[in-house]
């Protein structure tokens, strides 16, 4: 069975980068039928897409944040990450890792992870 | 505002038939697959309906999804308690280049 767990802090300061990593298991990063991507919701809202990798390092971003994330695949690790720079008390959400299919179906999810911007 | 429309809310009872639905556009809907969501209180989102028809193994066949022009529809048969949740429909959109979610659906189970 395909498993995620993100990982990270759960507190970042205003103006500093939030970084995660999502550890898969069952499954390889470095298959070619699937992305690995980010989705996060909001306190009580819905959820907003981040962006995805494909293991060869090609990547797709919502360009709503596109200037600010970073998505980056260390296949040695099996695990993928997010970096979120320059965050504000509006990056704070519940942060989720996803294996993403061939026709951009979220299929597996991590738990979630709650990170809090605040100083 | 979310570019994929959905009602705030929606409710049934046991045993009942309830349907959720999902107005977008040309360059999100109408042009591409729909998928829907299933996020229980307290949990992760699920896959529930991928290329707007087709159920997961292990989803049971009492949801259905289908999809008309720039609209889709979720549909839950014989409406059970362990239903209760937030519903998410979700599609990409050529224009905006971005995966789009709507804003979600909570189904309550009276």
């Known amino acids: 069975q395909v498993q995620l767990q993100e990982s990270g802090p759960g507190l970042v300061k205003p103006s500093e980068t939030l970084s995660l990593t999502c550890t898969v298991s069952?499954?390889?990063?470095?298959?070619?039928?699937?992305?690995w991507g980010w989705i996060r919701q909001s306190p009580g809202k819905g959820l907003e897409w981040i962006g995805y990798i494909h293991y060869s390092g090609s990547t797709k971003y919502n360009p709503s944040l596109k200037s600010r994330v970073t998505i980056s695949v260390d296949t040695s690790k099996n695990h993928f990450s997010l970096n979120l720079s320059s965050v504000t008390a509006a990056d704070t959400a519940m942060y989720y890792c996803?294996?993403?299919?061939?026709?951009?179906?979220?299929?597996?999810w991590g738990q979630g992870t709650l990170v809090t911007v605040s100083s | 505002q979310s570019v994929l429309t959905q009602p705030p809310s929606a409710s049934g009872t046991p045993g009942q038939r309830v349907t959720i639905s999902c107005s977008g556009s040309s360059s999100n809907i109408g042009g591409n697959f729909v998928y829907w969501y299933q996020q229980l209180p307290g949990s992760a989102p699920s896959l529930l309906i991928y290329?707007?028809?087709h159920r997961p193994s292990g989803v049971p066949d009492r949801f259905s999804g289908s999809k008309s022009g720039t609209s889709a529809s979720l549909a839950i048969s014989e409406l059970r308690s362990e239903d209760e949740a937030s519903y998410y429909c979700?599609?990409?959109?050529?224009?905006?280049?971005?995966?789009?979610f709507g804003g979600g659906t909570k189904l309550t189970v009276l």
């Open positions: 996803a294996r993403v299919g061939s026709t951009i179906e979220f299929d597996f």
């Open positions: 979700a599609a990409w959109d050529v224009s905006l280049s971005v995966v789009l």
């Open positions: 069952g499954a390889s990063v470095s298959r070619t039928t699937y992305y």
């Open positions: 290329r707007n028809n």
